[in-house]
């Protein structure tokens, strides 16, 4: 357990619905990131934040996808109108700055039908 | 940007054995590296990084090596046991630029 945590660790939806994932990182991690890992690939940066601030966003797959972090401490991952392509696992991750190890949460495992 | 190659994708070896995954990278400014292992249905647990003012670092049975001039760094299991069998990534991080990782390697340990 790396102190990292997601919410929910499964996910089943059904394509054109909307779903949100919960990451709580280690709580003295200023730096928060999401990626996304498909089958047999590694993980895929999506964003991240330092702390309530969305530093880089561009290599979130689409308009479709968002994430906030409004306090600084969670963050939430949120898929709009969910597509069979979206299914993967979200991965989080939290590191206490700038070049410093970033530690993993176990996952949400997105499916979408 | 950065690009990471990894090999071999999948590596089998006798319990005992030693293990060695390669890595390149393309990012001549990339100064830290880390190895993660990820077992089935979990998510990427750190097990050794390595920064560019470094040449080898060694922990136990792990320990990895990097050569900046070639890009390349490597990692090395020796008195491989069954519980090494899992999927081991590498990546690079440079500067303020995202964590790039390597396709993985699925390694499996024979008893």
């Known amino acids: 357990d790396t102190g990292v945590s997601q919410d929910p660790r499964h996910k089943i939806t059904k394509r054109g619905q909307n779903v949100t994932f919960r990451c709580d990182p280690i709580?003295?991690?200023?730096?928060l990131y999401w990626y996304r890992q498909t089958l047999g690939q590694g993980p895929e940066f999506l964003t991240y934040?330092?702390?309530?601030?969305?530093?880089?966003k561009s290599r979130l797959l689409s308009d479709r996808f968002s994430a906030e972090r409004p306090k600084g401490s969670f963050s939430t991952l949120e898929i709009q109108r969910t597509e069979q392509g979206d299914s993967a696992m979200y991965l989080c991750?939290?590191?206490?700055?700038?070049?410093?190890?970033?530690?993993f949460g176990p996952g949400t495992r997105l499916l979408v039908l | 940007g950065e690009n990471v190659e990894q090999h071999p994708s999948t590596l089998s070896v006798q319990e005992g054995d030693s293990a060695v995954i390669k890595c390149t990278y393309s990012?001549?400014?990339?100064?830290?590296f880390p190895w993660y292992k990820q077992e089935l249905g979990k998510g990427p647990q750190l097990i050794i990084d390595?920064?560019?003012?470094?040449g080898e670092k060694k922990d136990q049975r792990i320990a990895v090596t990097l050569n900046k001039t070639a890009k390349h760094f490597s990692l090395h299991i020796t008195e491989t046991q069954p519980e090494d069998s899992a999927v081991y990534f590498c990546?690079?991080?440079?500067?303020?630029?995202?964590?790039?990782f390597g396709k993985g390697t699925r390694l499996s340990v024979i008893a």
């Open positions: 709580s003295e991690h200023n730096r």
């Open positions: 991750a939290s590191s206490q700055g700038l070049g410093e190890t970033q530690y």
């Open positions: 990546a690079a991080l440079s500067g303020n630029t995202p964590l790039v």
């Open positions: 990012d001549s400014a990339s100064n830290y």
């Open positions: 390595i920064r560019s003012n470094v």
């Open positions: 934040f330092q702390n309530e601030a969305q530093l880089e």
